[in-house]
Each structure stands twice: as structure tokens, then as C-alpha cells.
T-cell receptor, first 112, second 111 residues
Framework: DTAVSQTPKYLVTQMGNDKSIKCEQN?????MYWYKQDSKKFLKIMFS???????INETVPNRFSPKSPDKAHLNLHINSLELGDSAVYFC???????????FGPGTRLTVL | ELKVEQNPLFLSMQEGKNYTIYCNYS?????LYWYRQDPGKSLESLFV?????AVKQEGRLMASLDTKARLSTLHITAAVHDLSATYFC???????????FGTGTRLKVLA
């Protein structure tokens, strides 16, 4: 049973394109997150939703837009992709209030 | 600015040796997490430390937390090759929803 799943696992695309990454969790958690891990392995939070409500919106370009249709799903849409967007994007989920997070397998995005 | 710093950033050690990874943080946090990441893989939760003085052990790894010093340690005993990975600490600053991750420590255990 996959706890936190992401699709696609790999995404290769041209600059200027628009792409989406999907995330689903079956752990019954209320809170979901998107992280970006750069080439130096630094992990930075981008967004978080708690029960479909946006609670964290870090200083990321507004080309990135998260959407949570329900508390088990959190998607990330990226417009006008740039070279600097190349990274691994991780989805995670947890119970609210600082409980441990469970991470998805990651989506490696390469922008050419 | 909230900072979580780990040292060392890179660690190459012989099998059978002991070593400690340090995690310092600059904000008030009563929870600290340790994760492991293998190359090309996701993050796996190792320990959740919930209070000052907390100590947890799993196999050759032992983690501790000193909230007054804002310091956590991950001690490796008698390292084996399978422990080679990148280890991250993370804090949950009090009163926020955020998790702030450390810079990571890339551990390589040489046979």
C-alpha cells in the first residue's frame, strides 16, 4: 500500500511549457506539503494545505500554483517553466500540529 | 532568519567507527526530526524527538535533543556500509505550521 504517491516520477520539458504534478495520500492526514529539493540537496518548503485550506505560501514565484481538491490530494501546477525550476519536488503529509511527515517518492523535473 | 545547521556537511568514515552528526537550530522548537535519504530516493523518517532530553535509539543510530542548547545529535555506533546516505534534521518552530530542514549531512561509510 503506497502511503504518499506522486505522478509523474520524471518530467522532462522545454522552457516556457506548463506542467502539473499530482500527489495523493491514503494516510488520513489533514495536512499536505510541497517541497523543492535543489541540486545541492537543500530542501525547502513551498506550500502547505490543511484540510484544503492554504496555510503556508512561501516566497515562490507566482508561476507555481498549488491546488487541493480534497484533503487527500495536493497538486502543483507550474506555468512558463524556467531552467531554474529543475529540481526534485516532494509531496509530504502529516497530521497537523508538528507531527512527523511522510514523503512521496519525488518528481524529478528537468527543464531544457 | 530561522536557521538549521548541520555539521559536518560531508562525512567519510571507516566501517566499525563511531561518529556524531550535529544539528543546531536558531528558533524555539520543541520537536526535532531526523530523516534519512538514499541517493535518488525519498526521505524516510528515523526519529521524532518531542521534548528536552529525549533520546531515541534504533540499531546503530541514537538521536538526542537538548532544547535549551537548541542542539540535536545523531550518533552512529560501529558504522556499516548500509548506513551510507544523507541525513537531515528538521525543526517545527513553535507557533508555526512550518518545518525547517537542515543542510543535510552526506555520510559515506567505507568498507
Amino acid at each position: 500500500d503506497t502511503a504518499v504517491s506522486q505522478t509523474p516520477k520524471y518530467l522532462v520539458t522545454q522552457m516556457g511549457n506548463d506542467k502539473s504534478i499530482k500527489c495523493e495520500q491514503n494516510l488520513g492526514h489533514d495536512t499536505m506539503y510541497w517541497y523543492k529539493q535543489d541540486s545541492k540537496k537543500f530542501l525547502k518548503i513551498m506550500f502547505s494545505y490543511n484540510n484544503k485550506e492554504l496555510i503556508i505560501n512561501e516566497t515562490v514565484p507566482n508561476r507555481f500554483s498549488p491546488k487541493s481538491p480534497d484533503k487527500a490530494h495536493l497538486n502543483l501546477h507550474i506555468n512558463s517553466l524556467e531552467l531554474g525550476d529543475s529540481a526534485v519536488y516532494f509531496c509530504a503529509s502529516s497530521h497537523p500540529g508538528g507531527h512527523e511527515q511522510f514523503f512521496g517518492p519525488g518528481t524529478r523535473l528537468t527543464v531544457l | 532568519e530561522l536557521k538549521v545547521e548541520q555539521n559536518p556537511l560531508f562525512l567519510s568514515m571507516q566501517e566499525g567507527k563511531n561518529y556524531t552528526i550535529y544539528c543546531n537550530y536558531s528558533t524555539t522548537s520543541d520537536r526535532l526530526y531526523w530523516y534519512r535519504q538514499d541517493p535518488g530516493k525519498s526521505l524516510e523518517s528515523l526519529f521524532v524527538l518531542l521534548s528536552n532530553g529525549a533520546v531515541k535509539q534504533e540499531g546503530r543510530l541514537m538521536a538526542s535533543l537538548d532544547t535549551k542548547a537548541r542542539l540535536s545529535t545523531l550518533h552512529i555506533t560501529a558504522a556499516v556500509h548500509d548506513l551510507s546516505a544523507t541525513y537531515f534534521c528538521a525543526v517545527h518552530p513553535s507557533g508555526t505550521y512550518k518545518y525547517i530542514f537542515g543542510t543535510g549531512t552526506r555520510l559515506k561509510v567505507l568498507a
